[in-house]
């Protein structure tokens, strides 16, 4: 039915152990598809009512265990590890590993590494499987791989908003396993370093600089705009996993000390429709979503920014010293 691995028999045996009688089901985006096919399934192989979550999910950050309290006995979470936080009901986490047909990227890649031997080796959840594999046949065309876990992270393992198994890693370049700019651009803001993607899903190995360029232009156009904001919206995420308090109260504080406005305000999602009854705010600044700033400014008529870059615009850092929004869990 498709490439990714659910561990159907696995999560069977757990709502079986714990006689659960409503198990929830929650998908981020591109794996919701799935989520009929897999109620089916539990509900013919299990004396269980399934109950799937359609509200959008990005990340563990943002589990519907507040929102399934009173309703499932257990929650079935898809496509994320577990991240340090409290959870409302017992959750079991499912990768859904991806299963890819060759790794013959990977040796498309070793071209574009040409001089450089120490390789950091990093993925996303769905990939963590594949990296034994991809570190032989890295070591076996005489690089040196090295990767570490994080805080909060597995080792090679990086979050759109967590690059700590990265930080600091004394290579001479990163290769990417997986899809997508959102990644390897986190990589490049967080390390500064060469992010070279291995994309077996378009069958293509790329670069990030020219992309991590346009974006760091458009930072930079936000900031500056944000430099004549007199008004500014603090941004803060009722998600439990995405909620900064105490870094917003220190937010208004330092916008209140240059003489400038600053209001708190508390979102489950953050989009534009959202922001609409502020829009007599001049800039807003968001401690939620690291993600929310950086990757979706077009979709914002008002600069939004992330407290890094608030920090450029009141002067306290320079653009220079410009650093990624991280979550640190
Ligand atoms: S905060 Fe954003 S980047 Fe971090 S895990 Fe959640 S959705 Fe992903």
Not at 33 to 41: C, G, H, K, V
Not at 239 to 249: F, H, I, N, V
Not at 302 to 322: A, C, F, M
């Amino acid at each position: 039915m498709t490439n990714y691995q659910f561990k159907i028999e696995k999560i069977i045996d757990q709502i079986k152990s714990k006689e659960a009688k409503v198990v929830g089901l929650q998908f981020p985006e591109g794996l919701k598809i799935y989520a009929t096919d897999l109620a089916r399934e539990i509900e013919e192989q299990t004396d269980t009512l399934v109950l799937i979550s359609g509200d959008p999910c990005y990340g563990a950050c943002d589990l519907s265990d507040k929102e399934m309290e009173g309703l499932a006995d257990l929650l079935i979470h898809f496509g994320h590890t577990p991240l340090p936080i409290d959870q409302k009901i017992p959750t079991i986490f499912i990768e859904a590993n991806y299963q890819l047909e060759s790794m013959k990227i990977l040796k498309e890649a070793l071209q574009h590494l040409d001089g450089k031997k120490k390789i950091g080796l990093v993925t996303t959840t769905q990939h963590l499987h594949l990296l034994e594999d991809a570190e032989h046949l890295l070591e076996e065309n005489g690089k040196i791989v090295i990767m570490r876990a994080g805080t909060g992270t597995l080792k090679g393992q990086v979050l759109g908003c967590n690059f700590s198994s990265v930080q600091d890693l004394p290579v001479d370049a990163f290769l990417y396993l997986g899809s997508g700019n959102f990644h390897p651009l986190g990589i490049k803001l967080s390390t500064k370093k060469t992010v070279i993607i291995a994309d077996p899903y378009l069958n293509q190995v790329r670069n990030i600089d020219e992309f991590a360029d346009k974006i760091l232009r458009i930072r930079f156009a936000r900031i500056t705009r944000a430099s004549e904001a007199e008004r500014f919206g603090i941004l803060i995420s009722s998600k439990e996993g995405q909620s900064r308090w105490e870094l917003a109260k220190t937010l208004k504080k330092m916008i209140s000390k240059e003489g400038k406005e600053a209001y708190l305000i508390l979102l489950d999602e953050i989009n534009p429709p959202s922001l609409m009854p502020f829009m007599n705010l001049d800039a807003f600044v968001v401690t939620a979503c690291p993600r929310i700033a950086v990757d979706d400014s077009k979709m914002y008529d008002k600069p939004i920014l992330t407290p890094q870059e608030l920090e450029i615009v009141l002067g306290v850092r320079d653009w220079e010293n410009y650093e990624m929004d991280e979550i640190k869990y």
